[in-house]
Each structure stands twice: as C-alpha cells, then as structure tokens.
C-alpha cells in the first residue's frame, strides 16, 4: 500500500516511493512501531544507515557534498518519502535531520569566502573524518570543511542530527529560546577563549534521543545566530518528555553554559541567518505537512475499509447516506491537502517565485484538515475506535501533535499573511 503523493510521479520516483514501502514493511511496520512506543530506546542505527542508503537525508543536499535526488527536485521526492513515512507512523527525526542537512549544504557553498575574506573556494575539503567524539573541528568560522564532513556523514546516516530552534520567531510559543553569546563576553570566561555560549532550554523537539548533533537556533548579539552543537559536550542535557504522540519521542533540550568552537558556527549572524531560517521553517512545513498527508491517507483507508466491512442492519454502515457523505466529504479534503502539499513541495523546491507562500499554505490548511479528517474517521469506527489495539489512537495522537510542529496553523496564517498582503 502507497500513499502516492505525486500524481504525476516519474519512474524514478516511483522507483523511490517504492522501495521505500517495502523498506518499511520489512524494517519497521506498524507493529514495530507499537512496540518501539513500549520501549524506552530510540529508533535503532541500523534503521537510520539502511534509510540513508535510500536517500533519505541527502535529497536537499548539493551534489557537490553528496546530496542528490530522483527528479532534480530534491524537496518533492523528499516529501514523497515523507508522505510514506507518516502512513506506518515512522518515528526519528527525518523531518529535522533533512532541515540540518540543508542548511549545511547552504552554508557550505556560501559563506567561505564571506568569513575569511578570501577568494579560495571551498569545494575542496579533506577526506578525513573527525575522530572519536568530535563532531566537528576548531576551525575559523565559514569555513567548508567541517561543515562537509558533517554534511557527508548526515548523508551517509552515520550521524543523526535534528533542530532545535523553540519559540524563536514565534515558531513553537512557549517551547523556551537559547541565547548565544561570544565565549569570552560570557561570565567567568578568559578573554582568550573563543566561540560561543548557549544557554537555554527548549521543549517539544521531536526525538532528539540518539541525535550526536543538534543544530541550535538562538538570539545572539548579532542578532539570530545558529550554531553546531554536540549531544555529548559538558552542559548539554536531552530528556524525554510525555506528550500526546506515543510513536515519536518529544524532547527537552537543556544548555547549561555549553561552550562551540567558532567553527561551529553555521551561516553569518543577523539577517543571513534570518533568511536560512524563514527557509528551513518553509522546508520543515513542507517536510512536516507531507508526513501528515500520509497519516491522514492511511487513517481515511482504515476508516473506509471499516466501512465496507462492518455490517449494521443487514448490510455495510458504508451504505448508509450519512456515512458516504461524510467519507466523501473527507475524501475531498484529504485530495486538497495532497495537492496543495505537492505544489508547495514543488514550487519551493524549484525556486518559484510563490514557493514560499505555498509552503505556508500548505502547512496551516494541512494542521487543520488534519485534524478534521481524524475526527470524521472516528464517527465511522465507532466503539471499536476508543479500544488501544485498534491503530485510530495512534493516528489521531500523531496528527494533533503534528498540527503544532513546526509552527501552528495560525502562525503560518500570519507570515502568508505577511507575504501577500504586506502585513506586520
């Protein structure tokens, strides 16, 4: 069973979507979901080398660093994968990874020169890999090097990543912000030491367990800052929290004083980083909105099945008229909210002057439809749908708590808003 996102899918595409399913069924299905919610443990490394041996993380990666995908338009396959993902409720940040992964690929292409001051190129990096705990080396900020080495072994899924940005710009209000100050204007520090302070904690970051890096969103004194931060440096603490979704782990981020080097600087402070991070909330509601599709697609065919199969005065309740209109009904948003999330995918990731817009769009009408459509899903199941061995909880607990991640319908109301009608 495929989602098919893309209703005009190439073969390679569909080669992708493809595999990806069976890859799924015969790694992770649905009962291997429940039953890694009654664990403790993370989705395991195996699952996370074997989804990068398809492409997962590498779709909105440059060539140049070892990205690469289907079509030329990386966010659309991307999002095919995503849509398959949230039909068998997958869990690890797939969504976040890809995010960190593109704004690596972006800061390794632009910013070498811009922080040095010189005309070398920063293609050229070394093959060698960071040893032991490193994650990446004390180097001179905007330099490609590290960034590349991280990037080839996201790519590769040999290192998990996700982001951490909270309640910064407004995306997740009341989630907690991190500050980030110049290490040597922090207090107690010497005047010699370089890099950079991260104070703070930020809730809700989805399965931030088992990540090694964590690319950290924050206030700086040169305004929004963005930083590399390692899980095992002194001061950082990740803990899991309870929340509503059970198939993925929600997480809070703790800072305490957690010192980078310069090196792990990503992009320039101020309105650069801005503009990377309006882009990375876009890619993420793309990413996100597509991972809800896919739940939305599988939950409607459980509840039309149900339908056909469940008998109530001789004959199927699909029979009856108030449960056809409301299948069909339903029907209609959920094709709605498959187009319009491949349009954004596709006019976001192509570079289309109204991609943004669309990528806004796609996430509010999404978050809400989302949640409608579990609900009407619900009327049909009936008694059946309250019982914990039936698959709807699960469903509905991953499409509430994803109508809030990553920015909430209302606030992706306000920056289309801000975009097409020039509102403050």
Known sequence: MSVRLLAAATAEQGMLVDTTVRFIEDTLPLTGVRALAESTEPVGAAYIADAASLGWFGMLVDERHGGG??????????????AERGATLQPGPFVGTNVVAHALSVAAILPADQASGDETSGDETSGDQAS???TFGDRAPGEAGPHADLL?????????????AGAVGGLTPGAGEVTIRPAAAAP????????????????????????DVLLVTGNGTDGLTQVLVDTTAPGVEIRALSGLDITRRICAVRLSGVHVPAGALVGTPGTATEELFARQTQVAAVLAAAE????MHRDFELAVEYARARIAFGRPIGSFQAIKHL????????????????????ALGGGAPDGAELAHAAK?????HSITLTHAC???????????EHDHHLFMRRLAADAVTYGCAQWHRARLAERIGGVG
């Open 132 to 134: 032991g705990d490193e």
């Open 69 to 82: 995908s289907a079509s030329g338009i990386g966010l659309v396959d991307a999002a095919a994968v995503a």
């Open 292 to 295: 809800s599709v896919g739940a």
């Open 327 to 346: 299948l069909a009904d339903t029907s209609l948003s959920l094709e709605m909210a498959k187009g319009l999330v491949t349009a954004a995918a596709e």
């Open 188 to 211: 107690g520090s010497g005047s010699a030491l370089d890099g950079y302070v991260l104070d703070g904690e930020v809730r809700h970051v989805p399965d931030a367990l088992g990540c």
């Open 364 to 368: 509010a009408f999404v978050a809400e």
């Open 152 to 164: 080839a072994r996201l790519v590769a899924g040999q290192v998990v990543a996700t982001w951490v």
């Open 378 to 388: 619900f009327q049909v199941f009936g008694g059946i749908g309250y019982t914990w």
